[in-house]
């Protein structure tokens, strides 16, 4: 299974973006994916959680850092998760990637290639 992640730039202190992410080839519920969570990393830091969707029911979590910024929102019919990034600040710099899961636990299973989010001041 293989995640894309698309949508990252340059972008101005305080405008936004839309990140998107897609199963290639297959539809997120053809492969039984219950949640597309969001992530970022930036250079020297860990990991860090940003949001997450179920599949089913659209139920959302947000991380701290990131809550009232950004929101997370799936169209079923384009099988594409997206993170609408608002309000961006330099500390939103980092390589954002979206992740699947199969299970509903907190592991994560599938994990797509990063795209860059730059925010200039």
């Known amino acids: 299974v293989q995640l894309q992640a698309s949508g990252g730039g340059l972008v101005q202190v305080g405008g936004s973006l839309r990140l998107s992410c897609a199963a290639s080839?297959?539809?997120?519920?053809?492969?039984?994916?219950?949640?597309v969570g969001w992530f970022r990393q930036a250079p020297g830091k860990e990991r860090e959680f940003l949001a997450h969707?179920?599949?089913?029911?659209?139920?959302?979590l947000y991380g701290d850092s990131v809550k009232g910024r950004f929101t997370i929102s799936k169209d079923n019919a384009k099988n594409t998760v997206y993170l609408q990034m608002n309000s961006l600040k330099p500390e939103d710099t980092a390589v954002y990637s979206c992740?699947?899961?199969?299970?509903?636990?907190?592991?994560?299973?599938?994990w797509g290639q990063g795209t860059q989010v730059t925010v200039s001041s």
């Open positions: 992740a699947a899961d199969q299970h509903g636990t907190s592991a994560w299973d599938y």
């Open positions: 969707i179920w599949w089913t029911g659209g139920s959302t």
């Open positions: 080839g297959r539809t997120f519920s053809s492969l039984r994916m219950v949640r």
